[in-house]
């Protein structure tokens, strides 16, 4: 792993003005994953976009953590959906312009 790919747990929630326990639940719940670089706590720079959403979730609209899961299990089942409905409508295009 390298070190410009993750950031730490203690920076990030500096930078964001958020408890680092916010980060550590997201995790307990599975919605975003911690490694470890040199014994400390770190994100993956990749997750910085999907954090900031649940921030926005928990501190702005008030949503608990458990809400929150729920809402990005949602969320992520609605982009799968219309990820398939997309191919289904290029297959469809493909078949109609065939014949």
Same mark, same amino acid.
């Given at each position: 792993?390298?070190? $410009?790919?993750? @950031?730490?747990i203690?920076?990030? +929630? ?27 706590? +770190? @994100?993956? !720079? ?6 900031? $959403? /649940? @921030? =926005? ?9 458990e809400?929150?899961?729920?809402i990005?299990?949602? /969320?992520?089942? !609605?982009? =799968? ?6 191919? /289904?409508?290029? $297959? ?5 312009s065939?014949?």
């Open positions: 792993m390298e070190t $410009k790919n993750v @950031i730490t203690t920076e990030f +929630c500096q930078h964001y003005d958020i408890p680092e326990q916010f980060i550590i639940a997201l995790s307990e719940y599975e919605l975003v994953e911690i490694a470890t670089e040199n014994s400390t706590p +770190c @994100i993956y !720079v990749t997750e910085i976009q999907t954090i900031e $959403k /649940l @921030i =926005r979730f928990h501190f702005e609209l008030d949503i608990n953590i809400g929150i899961h729920a990005s299990n949602l /969320l992520n089942k !609605v982009e =799968r959906l219309q990820e398939d409905v997309k191919a /289904l409508n290029n $297959k469809l295009t493909f078949y109609e065939g014949t």
